[in-house]
């Protein structure tokens, strides 16, 4: 009885240690960064990214984020990674000089905020 005790105690032990396992290397993203990166291109609209440097667990990285909602891992020194980039910022240059350039200047009341309600 005592060994089948022993038996039953180790096998809950083994069972939870490899959870525990497959938890912490299973998901890529578990403390919500890149540990890994991929090489292949990605064909959903690319809406976004962000740069993630080295930082253990976490790996020097460009996470794009696309219309879907995912966000991929990808090599920060691949050309067409680079080339994204640099389009992705143009664009968001481009956005920011609209926002400037149609911003519309309102002078300010002296008399108080309920002046003209």
């Known amino acids: 009885q005592f060994n089948q005790k022993m038996m039953m105690t180790v096998a809950a032990v083994a069972v939870i240690l490899s959870v525990m ?3 912490r290397h299973g998901d ?4 919500g960064c890149c540990t ?16 993630q440097r080295r930082d253990p667990p976490c790996v020097k990285a460009v996470i794009f984020y696309t219309g879907e909602g995912e966000a991929l891992c990808r090599y920060s020194k691949l ?4 080339q994204k980039i640099q389009e992705l910022r143009k664009l968001q240059h481009q956005k920011q000089d609209m926002k400037m350039n149609n911003t519309v200047s309102t002078p300010l009341s ?6 003209d309600l």
Do not use: A, Y
Request: aromatic share 6%; charged share 20%.
């Open 79 to 82: 050309d067409w990674v680079k």
């Open 110 to 115: 002296t008399t108080g905020p309920c002046r």
């Open 36 to 51: 890994s990166v991929s090489h292949e291109t990605i064909t959903s609209p690319i809406t976004g990214f962000r740069l």
């Open 21 to 23: 396992i497959t938890c």
């Open 28 to 31: 890529t993203k578990t403390h």
